[in-house]
């Protein structure tokens, strides 16, 4: 009778480890370079509609990778950053926008 004394397994180079330097068994994280299109609207807060259409128009920088929509993490925040100020006038534009629309859906669902 032969006695079979397992070796004990080695972690894998790319899994996490827990608070005591355990290994957790479960891949590392892999840090992405690109967004989603649903990633991209949420980022700035727009609908997925809209983000869609930034996207296709070249407005927001994006590629096109194996049919899908893919935004570098990079280039989003470059062209953010390289977006020009809001000022006052964009501002009161914007608020009188938000008014206007207030008062056509008052007047919808009043009349």
């Known amino acids: 009778m032969s006695t079979v004394?397992?070796?004990?397994?080695r972690p894998a180079t790319n899994t996490t480890t827990g608070t005591e330097g355990i290994p957790t068994g479960r891949p590392a994280?892999?840090?992405?370079?690109?967004?989603?299109?649903?990633?991209?609207?949420e980022?700035?807060?727009?609908?997925l509609?809209?983000?869609?259409?930034?996207?296709?128009?070249?407005?927001?920088?994006?590629?096109k990778v194996g049919g899908r929509w893919l935004v570098p993490k990079g280039r989003?925040?470059?062209?953010?950053?390289?977006?020009?100020?809001?000022t006052t006038e964009d501002v009161a534009a914007e608020l009188d926008r938000i008014e206007r629309t207030a008062q056509r859906q008052h007047r919808r669902n009043g009349a």
Not at 33 to 39: D, F, G, I, Q
Not at 43 to 47: A, F, T, V, W
């Open 43 to 47: 980022i700035l807060s727009l609908s």
């Open 49 to 63: 509609g809209s983000t869609y259409a930034l996207v296709r128009s070249g407005e927001i920088p994006a590629k």
């Open 29 to 41: 994280p892999v840090a992405r370079a690109v967004y989603t299109v649903a990633e991209t609207a």
């Open 5 to 9: 004394i397992p070796f004990p397994q």
């Open 76 to 86: 989003l925040h470059q062209w953010l950053d390289e977006l020009p100020e809001a």
